[in-house]
């Protein structure tokens, strides 16, 4: 009797250990830290949070959840980035392409995802897409394909199309399909390079000396802050122009095609629980986009007195009229 006492008692302390284990491990909370140049209601966050919860983390239950938003401002976010760092955060969200290098230069231990970014490579925040090294991972919203695709529009829309303008610094990732694109449907390419709002005025002056009929506008932090100055020159000097977000269309924008963001915000979530699951953030490639949304504002159209073809109107996820 003793022995089997003693055999069950072995069964249920064998049985009980691994649970209470597991209990010990779901009682745990979790700090991150959120850091957005945009007030949080503009930002990426809410789709963030839904990709969280679909992943088991609860905000008040196994996570805790410090918020740092620029409020538009993006000198703030070195302090906020480093606020951030003193309050120990598990893992730094960059809920925007600016909000990135404040981190990384706050920290080089503390895990950081990027939710969004132009060329991490380029720009130094990681050594390569498939090996990121550093303390730096998560999603890249260039994707080469994007960048012929919209040329291809712009020359649908604008079929005796010659020259088009290019906004922005060009992508190491996507400019060669860009050049290779614009040869093939016989256009020539005008770099308007801009480092600052106030350039945005002489960019289009030089635009329209170089008679050029479209535009290509490049999404990156400056750019996506000033969108409705773009949108609003674009139309002042009736430039038919495609742009990477949907929330340009939605302003005035004349076409939109580019990744869906709210879907890479959701993913960032995969990252943030796979970082605090143990893994290494510069052992977990940066992921370029998957799913794109092709955006087109038919009031612009009209304005700019243009047809848009019912094959093109039929391709869009949405239309604004």
């Known amino acids: 009797m003793r022995l089997i006492g003693l055999a069950v008692i072995l069964t249920v302390s064998l049985t009980i250990a691994p649970l209470a ?50 409020d538009g401002n993006p000198a703030k976010l070195h302090d906020l980035a480093a606020e951030l760092v003193r309050l120990r955060v598990a893992v730094i969200v960059a809920g925007d392409s600016s909000a990135i290098a404040p981190a990384k230069a706050s920290t080089a231990t503390i895990p950081i995802v990027m939710s969004v970014s132009g060329d991490p490579v380029r720009d130094g925040f990681v050594v390569t897409l498939a090996r990121p090294g550093g303390n730096v991972t998560g999603l890249c919203n260039v994707s080469p394909e994007l960048a012929g695709k919209r040329l291809e529009l712009l020359k649908e829309v604008v079929p005796k199309l010659a020259r088009v303008a290019v906004l922005g610094v060009p992508h190491r990732l996507d400019w060669p399909e860009m050049a290779a694109a614009a040869s093939a449907l016989g256009l020539h390419l005008q770099t308007l390079k801009v480092e600052s709002h106030d350039q945005f005025e002489e ?17 990156s932090p400056l750019t996506n802050t000033y969108r409705k100055s773009l949108v609003t020159w674009a139309a002042r000097t009736r430039l038919p122009t495609v742009f990477a977000l949907r929330e340009y269309a939605e302003i005035g924008g004349l076409m939109a095609y580019g990744p869906n963001i709210p879907a890479l915000h959701r993913r960032a979530a ?27 504002n038919l009031k612009t159209a009209k304005a700019l007195g243009l047809t848009i073809p019912q094959s093109i109107l039929l391709r869009a996820d949405q239309v604004i009229e």
Do not use: C, W
Not at 54 to 60: A, K, M, N, Q, T
């Open 270 to 296: 995969t990252y943030v629980d796979k970082i605090l699951k143990g893994a290494k953030p510069g052992d977990l490639p940066v992921e370029q986009p998957t799913k794109f949304e092709f955006v087109i």
């Open 203 to 219: 960019a289009f002056k030089l635009a329209a000396r170089e008679r050029v009929g479209g535009l290509i506008v490049l999404p």
């Open 21 to 70: 284990g597991e209990a010990q491990q779901a009682g745990k909370v979790y700090r991150i830290g959120y850091l957005t140049t945009f007030p949080m209601a503009q930002s990426g966050h809410p789709s963030f949070m839904q990709g969280l919860l679909e992943h088991g983390y609860v905000e008040g239950q196994n996570l805790v959840i410090e918020r740092r938003s620029a």
